[in-house]
């Protein structure tokens, strides 16, 4: 891929990657070749495999290391100044892609933290009871459920963590077997993180394909939909088939005293979100409107009170603490370690700011990749060898961003990385912003919740380990190896089957003389 | 367009070569140039060479009026307008 050339020339087509300063921007030139700018990138890469594939550690903040390891690494390979690569390195974090995709995390974080804390799960479960719904049903409806919550607050590894402590232990004591039920709440945690126009991998996919969010998650309704049809019909079969666990004790005592409807109110703040999002309002708005409305029925409701959605701990000595104690969002505390500021909005927020250094710098050295020349060796190689025709440049696209996928736990890194290349492929053909949006994210949802790396099937696994101390039923026995649950994640194997028959078939392919995405602007 | 149509659209089996009409204006990206003065265009597998697109149009959005289109061979020829945008990565 590499070492062909170590050109300069001004009319290198990726220059237009770069805003304002495409043409007249520095190269950089590498010892070995251009194919050694892909060093940070692929180091990183190698270090996302070993932390999170070998070592199954799921940790943000050590991505963020292997990154930097990555450019500083980089930087000792180039010829001539190294202040050409450092200033590229600004250049890349600065460009719209990074910075408009880490303000919409930020905002859907502090919602889906609102929901979660305001007991919208409770609801689901109190839902779940009245409807009587007995084992072989509990996989479909969990699916079902899953897919609806997660849909809401965006995060498919957040709706894993709740689906596992919550839903998880309700359904065991119903009788459904637990690998079908994991695959179940992996599914619809793959259905929403697809679909949600919150989610962290849809904001992605729409931004880096140059799309509006709105009218991204419209036009993939259709490949999500086929996909969850069919997955729901297998839950329901399985569901027949594949029998529970024995579990002594009153299941149904247990499972009512876990029941609460009125968290179901926040499917009113889910559908203000979704509907001012697809009517084509800017998400930011959509996410404030849905964040003001979870706010205020749950202090309405009594689901939350203003000190848990704001909280601020103050030492004693502090000069106003006292005074305003009175204040609902303030106390005053004993413990130096305890003084701090806390409450949903902060969480939900600070859930994401790992992951907003990680992208900033992976969009960094993607940059020095593109300067360096590396991105363009790739991209000729793929068109010249797999992208011949419109289908074998689908069949691209959905291959390597599913490939990128399974290999790199933290499905939104992934995706970060792979979507110039996306864009590139699909805008050749002249494939629109919508298209190329659903290929890369149907790959990255779908991948980022089946092997046992892989962050959804962590994050739920992570949660489940703490069971057998919150329940005294539930033994260690019961607890699902992450390997046994991957034929199982229907959702996810039917969504990657569908973009391939969609590619062969041209099912949903527009291109841009059919309709051009809305302006990313929106965003 | 409405809400509702945004969910419709698309729910078909898209050729891999669409067909053109004369004296459309339609706006594509630039995959190469042919020579200084023609660009080519890939809409799916269908060929368009835009007179009038040189090497700078390139990966570049640009306004096409068609010209002639040929389905048997979906190739077509069409002029250039203007250029409209860049690619995703541009801002």
């Known amino acids: ?523 | 367009m409405s809400i509702l149509m945004k969910y419709l659209k698309g729910w078909r089996f898209r050729s891999s070569t669409p067909s053109l009409t004369e004296g459309d204006e339609i706006n594509v990206f630039v995959a190469e140039s042919e020579d200084r003065d023609t660009g080519l265009a890939y809409i799916g597998d269908t060929e368009l060479r835009i007179d009038g697109a040189g090497p700078e149009t390139v990966e570049k959005r640009v306004r096409v009026r068609v010209t002639e289109f040929d389905a048997s061979d979906a190739t077509g020829r069409g002029e250039f307008l203007e250029v409209v945008g860049g690619s995703s990565y541009t801002g």
């Open chain 1, 1 to 523: 891929m590499s070492g062909r050339r170590d050109d300069s020339s001004a009319d290198d087509p990726t220059d237009s990657f770069v805003s304002g300063t495409a043409d007249e921007a520095p190269r950089i030139a590498f010892y070995g070749g251009r194919g050694m700018s892909a060093l940070p990138i692929a180091f990183f890469i190698v270090w996302a495999i070993v932390q999170t594939a070998l070592w199954r550690i799921s940790d943000t903040g050590g991505l963020v290391v292997g990154m930097l390891i990555g450019l500083i690494l980089g930087m000792f390979f180039v010829r001539g100044d190294w202040k050409t690569y450092a200033n590229t390195i600004f250049e890349g974090m600065t460009q719209p892609v990074a910075v408009t995709a880490i303000v919409a995390w930020i905002w859907a974080g502090m919602f889906a933290e609102v929901l979660q804390d305001g007991g919208f799960v409770d609801g689901l479960v109190w839902l779940a009871d009245v409807g009587g719904i007995g084992s072989a049903l509990f996989p479909a409806a969990t699916f079902v459920l899953a897919a609806l919550f997660t849909t809401g607050i965006g995060t498919g590894y957040g709706a894993a963590i709740a689906f596992v402590t919550l839903f998880f232990p309700a359904g065991l004591l119903l009788g459904a077997n637990p690998v079908l039920l994991f695959g179940a709440i992996l599914s619809g945690a793959i259905f929403g993180d697809n679909l949600a126009p919150v989610s962290d991998t849809t904001i992605v996919s729409a931004v880096t394909q140059d799309a509006d969010i709105g009218g991204v998650v419209a036009s993939r309704f259709k490949y999500v939909f086929v996909a969850a049809v069919v997955a729901f019909a297998g839950y329901l079969v399985a569901g027949q088939f594949m029998g529970g666990l024995e579990i002594a004790g009153d299941a149904a005592e247990i499972l009512v005293a876990e029941s609460e409807p009125i968290g179901l109110v926040h499917l009113v703040s889910m559908g203000v979100v979704i509907g001012t999002a697809v009517a084509g309002r800017h998400i930011v708005e959509a996410i404030s409107w849905g964040i003001v409305v979870a706010i205020a029925v749950s202090l309405v409701l009594g689901l939350l009170s203003i000190g848990d959605v704001v909280a601020f701990n103050a030492p004693e000595d502090a000069p106003l603490a006292e005074p305003l104690e009175f204040l609902p969002i303030l106390t005053i505390v004993d413990d130096p370690d305890a003084v701090g500021v806390g409450g949903s909005l902060l969480e939900g927020a600070a859930g994401f700011f790992e992951l907003a250094i990680l992208v900033l710098l992976i969009i960094a050295a993607a940059q020095i990749m593109i300067r360096g020349g590396a991105f363009d060796a790739i991209l000729e190689w793929s068109i010249e060898n797999l992208a011949t025709n419109v289908r074998n440049a689908e069949l691209t696209m959905v291959g390597s961003s599913a490939l990128i996928n399974a290999v790199i736990t933290i499905n939104t890194a992934a995706e970060v990385a792979i979507g110039p290349y996306i864009s590139k492929i699909g805008e050749r053909f002249n494939l629109n912003g919508y298209r190329r949006a659903n290929i890369l994210d149907a790959q990255t949802a779908a991948l980022g919740y089946i092997f046992p790396w892989s962050g959804g099937v962590l994050a739920g696994y992570t949660a489940m380990q703490d069971l057998p101390g919150e329940y005294d039923w539930f033994t260690a026995d019961m607890l699902v190896t992450p390997i046994d649950v991957v034929p199982f994640v229907f959702q996810g194997w039917l969504l990657v089957a569908v973009f391939v028959i969609a590619a062969i078939t041209g099912f949903g392919r527009e291109y841009l003389i059919d309709r051009e995405s809305e302006e990313v602007a929106r965003l």
